[in-house]
Nanobody, 124 residues
């Protein structure tokens, strides 16, 4: 099992930037794929971005060109750099770990471990 702790959320104006971090502990981080999901009030949790063990990444169409996922295996940390934020990006953002370290797996049931979430609010 992997323990995940997110940080970096907050309130930002539209057009602004935030960087989320997710610190992992437990089993081997470097062989796992890591991802970010988000859930807005009244909506289902949705995929945002994924980074495989080798650095290959996948993004939701809604965030392509604005968000960047990265990982630092020496620090057991994954990041989500968010730019040009929009009010519709407002949500609780969750970090997730997948023992299948490759592929474009974007469904929530494919991920075994989850963080507690961090709130991102974008004001217009």
């Amino acid at each position: 099992q992997v323990q995940l702790v997110e940080s970096g959320g907050g309130l930002v104006q539209a057009g602004g930037s935030l960087r989320l971090s997710c610190a992992a502990s437990g089993r081997t981080f470097s062989s796992s794929a890591m991802a970010w999901f988000r859930q807005a009030p009244g909506k289902e949790r949705e995929f945002v971005a994924r980074i495989n063990w080798n650095g290959g990444s996948t993004y939701a169409d809604s965030v392509k060109g604005r968000f960047t996922i990265s990982r630092d295996n020496a620090r057991n940390t994954v990041y989500l750099q968010m730019k040009s934020l929009k009010p519709e990006d407002t949500a609780v953002y969750y970090c997730a770990a997948d023992t299948t370290g490759w592929g474009t797996r974007t469904s929530t049931y494919m991920y075994q471990d989850w963080g507690q979430g961090t709130q991102v609010t974008v004001s217009s």
